[in-house]
């Protein structure tokens, strides 16, 4: 295919989404604000020029739809449009640190930098890398000193995710998986629930387009219905609380395809059983003072109006969740039978639910003392976030991601404060004095009673250290500190211990060898470290002499030299994979590879192989439970795999039924697989109990097609309710 480039027609698209990312920079409406937005352009269009994305556009597009996501949809100003336009310029071009310091100042090039230190951590194409998600999400905390940083990252992602369509396929599923494991949980915790929704939407889309796409088909073609429905059920609420004098709003709230998809897993259920599909939102603006009241009113009369199922009531007024929310959700007998849900909650509670606890910050006092330092952090974010000022940015420099971290505040005896992390113990507190005092501490007193050095402090007390000089710090003092600085201290005060007790074990291990009449030299050395997984020969002699490595392990380390040899030949297939780039299962070759027993693909799902330590390559389907796990964290280890000639091979897979019980459906049902050609049956399990039947099938298949037709078939069998392919499939 050839490509033909219209040079003048890129130049007026260019030209284009600059003017939109103006008009969504509504805040910065002066010159000098204009000019570096265009100074930022000139810089980015240069240096990205010869560069194109996957799609075959200009890279361009990509810094300037960040950078308008970032006005247009967090509502962010002029600094970090500027940092938005630039934030791939460093990783990927000429254009250094300095020169955007030269350029545009410190803060844009502190900010830069931020964004491309998380990138380089977190480049999907790297695949030595295997990050916990928590991990990540940890270093882009602590990595960002301004949250700017993480909010741009955010609209990065956000647009990589919209415009995945032509990566290659593997690379989709790592980056969606990424994005469902860290940045939409992270978009949640910010209270950005919008770019949350989209970006859940959008992972689910390429981990699993076929579900993503049946619910999408599946909404559309039931929205005239729900919207009559809606209307139908609304109007006699509407009519009653406009009679009793309500102000209010009420509306029809669609769930997210991602929540239906949560809801179709967690309950085994179709899309026509999820009966939530939509709820119904009554918002009413009260009196601060009546809000309970009037929404409890409210309740009483839709319960007027329609029957309610007694155990579906949740009541968050009293009792609000942990993040804030507040609402009254009622579970109503609507119109034809159907249970429809009722959302009750005012104006307030209603902005918080959809902007997380950043919307305390308009209702409640700033004074209020209970105010938890994510609450306050967050305040100000929301705070920054709609000041129409730029220059109400600058305070945001003033604090750090620390805030993520809850902090508690004790007293010594002579009343000084003392900050701790949440978490932190009386050992803690003795190493935040002095570390001589944690050295030597044996216990303390708090509130003038005596307890353990691992009780765990509360804000407000106050700790007396108690020490003895013949103390000494212990080994198992790391399982309860959790202040750097205690760590570190108890570290280097074992480390002497440690030494003189290594020097014991290397005369034990001197001992062994000399009884198998093996010799000591640095090779045996550094295999038995990687053996038993230790940092090094320090630490090895150190185990011995603390009995951690046994005499038993020792010899059984020689007996399994022989199984090295094969792990050896493991790792040669491996970088076979490697060149190859792609794993064809069923097609003769020598890497060997074994069906994941966790999910069973059969020639037709879309798969992907791992290597495992034990069990060589393993090929998953790559909607596996298990896969999300993998991908996002061990993406190194996985090979890109596809069916080839699996044509007469049959697969082990399993099918489940639900019905009602009628005699000789077994007969039925089995007739009806053994009649499909090539179709064996492996075994076969049935239960019935009153009327209502289940069952379980496994058999042999060649494929997804065929799997289908006959499932299609059995579904057509009188008396069988459901028929569903068995996900795991026992031997
Ligand atoms: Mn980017």
Known sequence: MEVV?????????ILKRYR??????????D?????????????????????????????????????????????????????????????????????INRMFGDKVMK?????????????????????????????????????????????????????????????????????LNIYAPLAHRLGLYAIKTELEDLGLRYTEPELYLSIEENLASTQKKRTRYINKFSLPIINVLTDKGFNFDIKGRTKSIFSIAQKMKKKEVNFDEVYDIFAIRIILNSKPEDEKTDCWKVYSNVTDLYTPRPDRLRDWISTPKGNGYESLHTTVMGLDGKWVEVQIRTARMDSIAEKGLAAHWKYKSMTAEQETHLDTWISKITKMLEAPENDALEFIDDFKLNFFADEIHVFTPAG????????????????EIHSRVGDQCIGAKVNHKLVPLSQELQSGEQIEIITSKKQTPKEEWLNFVVTAKAK????????????????????IFKEWMQVINEPINTNILGVMVKHFDLKSTFDFYLKIALKEITLEEFNNFFRQKEDKKNLEKLKRHKSKTDKIGMLNIGSEGNIKYTIATCCNPIPGDEVFGFQTDDQG?????????????LLSNFAGKSIKAQWTNTNNVAFLTGVEFVGIDDVGLVNKITSVISKEAGVNIKSIFFNSEDSFFEGKIMLYVTDTEQLKSLIEKLKQINGVHKVNRLMEVAA
């Open 5 to 13: 480039i219209d040079v003048e027609k890129e130049k007026q698209e």
């Open 20 to 29: 939109g990312l103006l008009r969504a920079c509504k805040r910065t409406r």
């Open 31 to 99: 010159d000098h604000d204009k000019k570096l937005i265009r100074k930022a352009l000139t810089v980015a269009i240069n240096a990205h020029k010869e560069m194109r994305r996957k799609s075959g556009e200009p890279y361009i597009y990509h810094p300037i739809e960040v950078a308008r996501i970032v006005a247009d949809e967090i509502g962010l100003g002029t600094t970090s449009v500027v940092c938005a336009l630039l934030h791939d310029t460093v990783e990927d071009t000429y254009i250094t640190l300095d020169d």
């Open 111 to 179: 900010i830069v930098d931020g964004l491309t230190k998380i990138s380089s951590i977190a480049d999907p194409d790297d695949s030595k890398y295997s990050l916990q998600a928590e991990n990540f999400r940890r270093i882009l905390l602590t990595l960002s000193d301004d949250i700017r940083v993480i909010l741009i990252k955010l609209a990065d992602r956000l647009h990589n995710m919209r415009t995945m369509e032509f990566m290659p396929r593997h690379k989709q599923l790592k980056i969606a998986y990424e994005t």
């Open 416 to 431: 000084d404060i003392k900050t701790l992390p949440k978490g932190a113990t009386t050992l803690d507190f003795a190493y």
């Open 488 to 507: 570190s201290a108890i570290k280097d005060a074992l480390k002497e211990e440690h030494k003189k007790t290594a020097f014991d074990g290397k005369e």
């Open 617 to 629: 390559i393993l090929i998953h389907k790559t909607n596996c439970p298990n896969a999300m796990h």
